[in-house]
């Protein structure tokens, strides 16, 4: 069963009617037996890092998580705010993240990381933060989650922090939004898109198709 993680936070009903259309039931729960029995997971977010940290230590989510993604290798997709908690930990709080991935959650600073483009007064007047909206995709390597999407993908985003991956090889996919960014990630049976697929419509769509197509 794949099982959507209700830890109080993200668009659920969303995510959960975009699985529906991509042809796979799904289950939202917040209950640890049914994570447990988890076969795909999906772990949403849109908020505070520190509080979707709160939120699953306070359902008691945490060992569930740990043992179906980490022990067991469940395929587990994380959602904006659900990729950025599988980092170390985030700039925009003080509480440890899961841990699953050698990278942390940064907050964008334009000008700082090599704008070849543009200077760093014009980045800073002409970019907003939150970056929101819809913007590209550029894969990184060859990754099944981003197979044969639609021509020229683009997806719908919304945050002001994204992860910075010690390993490059961890990036399956970059946006440029002043600087470029790891809008996606991939190691073993981890995913993780910075964007939401669930309000990106066809590309969206196929994207879910591909992960829920995962053995």
């Known amino acids: 069963m794949v099982t959507i993680v209700d830890y109080g936070v993200g668009n659920l009903a969303s995510i959960a009617n975009m ?6 039931d799904c289950v939202i729960s917040s ?18 890092f520190d509080r979707g940290m709160a939120n699953l230590e306070e ?17 587990t997709l994380g959602l904006c705010l659900g990729m950025q908690l599988m980092a170390r930990g985030s700039e925009e709080g ?3 993240g899961l841990g699953w991935l050698a990278a942390d959650s940064v ?9 070849e483009t543009q200077s760093a007064e014009t980045q800073s007047a002409s970019l907003k933060i939150p970056h929101m909206g819809w913007n590209y995709i550029e894969p990184a390597a060859p990754a099944s989650l981003i ?3 639609p021509p020229e993908p ?4 919304v945050h002001s922090y994204y992860l910075a991956c010690d390993n490059p090889g961890d990036v399956m996919c970059w946006t440029t939004y002043g600087d470029r960014f790891a809008s996606g990630i991939h190691r073993g ?22 992960f829920l197509a995962l053995p």
């Open 59 to 75: 359902r008691g989510l945490l060992p569930a998580l740990t043992e179906r993604a980490i022990e067991r290798r469940v395929p």
């Open 19 to 24: 699985a529906r259309k991509a042809g796979t």
């Open 31 to 48: 209950d640890p037996s049914v994570v447990a029995a988890a076969d795909k997971l999906i772990l949403p977010g849109v908020g505070a």
């Open 189 to 210: 049976n981890l995913w993780g898109t910075q964007f939401h697929p669930e309000k990106s419509h066809s590309f969206g769509l196929a994207l879910l198709r591909n």
């Open 147 to 149: 197979e044969q999407l």
């Open 154 to 157: 683009r997806f719908y985003f």
């Open 107 to 115: 907050r964008f600073k334009f000008g700082r990381r090599g704008a």
């Open 94 to 96: 003080s509480r440890a």
